[in-house]
Nanobody, 112 residues
Framework: QVQLVESGGGLVQPGGSLRLSCAAS????????AGWYRRVPGKQRELVAL???????IYPDSVKDRFTISRDNAKNTVYLQMTSLKPEDTAIYYC??????WGQGTQVTVSS
């Protein structure tokens, strides 16, 4: 069983940066892939970034070169560094540890 607690969301101006953190408790974090997803009301949840247990990363084109996912297995934590934020990045961001563990979500709002 893995429990996830996200932090770091908030309000930021366009062009700004935020770092999200997801702390995992329980067993199995380091041996599983982890990722960040986001959801806008009325739309489907979409993948934002994925990091495998071996450290390989995957990003969709919409965030590539702006977002960076990383993990610290010693701290059981996965991070999402977001830069050059745009209003269209506004969403609730969810942490995921494979196969099916989810955090409660943290709101990110990009607005002037």
């Amino acid at each position: 069983q893995v429990q996830l607690v996200e932090s770091g969301g908030g309000l930021v101006q366009p062009g700004g940066s935020l770092r999200l953190s997801c702390a995992a408790s329980g067993r199995g974090f380091s041996s599983n892939g982890a990722g960040w997803y986001r959801r806008v009301p009325g739309k489907q949840r979409e993948l934002v970034a994925l990091v495998t247990s071996g450290g390989s990363t995957i990003y969709p084109d919409s965030v590539k070169d702006r977002f960076t996912i990383s993990r610290d297995n010693a701290k059981n934590t996965v991070y999402l560094q977001m830069t050059s934020l745009k209003p269209e990045d506004t969403a609730i961001y969810y942490c995921n540890v494979q196969p099916y563990y989810w955090g409660q979500g943290t709101q990110v709002t990009v607005s002037s």
